[in-house]
Nanobody, 120 residues
Framework: QVQLVESGGGLVQPGGSLRLSCAAS????????MGWYRQAPGKQRELVAD???????NYADAVKDRFTISRVNANNTVYLQMNSLKPEDTAVYYC??????????????WGQGTQVTVSS
């Protein structure tokens, strides 16, 4: 089991930047993947980016070249650097930890979410 606590959300103008942090309650070294998801009002939760324990990353097309995910295993922390923010990035951002997929599914743990609002 792992508890995840996000921080770093807030209000930012279009074109601005924010860095989200996700602190885990235990070592993330062996966790298959850590990621960030977001959910805007009236929409389904969607993947933003994830990073695997080997270091490879995966990004949603909408955020490629603007967002960067990283993990610092020594600090049990995952970051999401968000640049060139757009109003459509407004959402609650959730940290996620998950295991490798199996025929029976996969385990997931979620943080409580942090609000990001992009508006002038």
């Amino acid at each position: 089991q792992v508890q995840l606590v996000e921080s770093g959300g807030g209000l930012v103008q279009p074109g601005g930047s924010l860095r989200l942090s996700c602190a885990a309650s235990r070592s993330i070294f062996s966790i298959y993947a850590m990621g960030w998801y977001r959910q805007a009002p009236g929409k389904q939760r969607e993947l933003v980016a994830d990073i695997f324990n080997g270091g490879s990353t995966n990004y949603a097309d909408a955020v490629k070249d603007r967002f960067t995910i990283s993990r610092v295993n020594a600090n049990n922390t995952v970051y999401l650097q968000m640049n060139s923010l757009k109003p459509e990035d407004t959402a609650v951002y959730y940290c996620n930890a998950h295991g490798a997929p199996t025929p029976h599914g996969r385990w997931d743990y979620w943080g409580q979410g942090t609000q990001v609002t992009v508006s002038s």
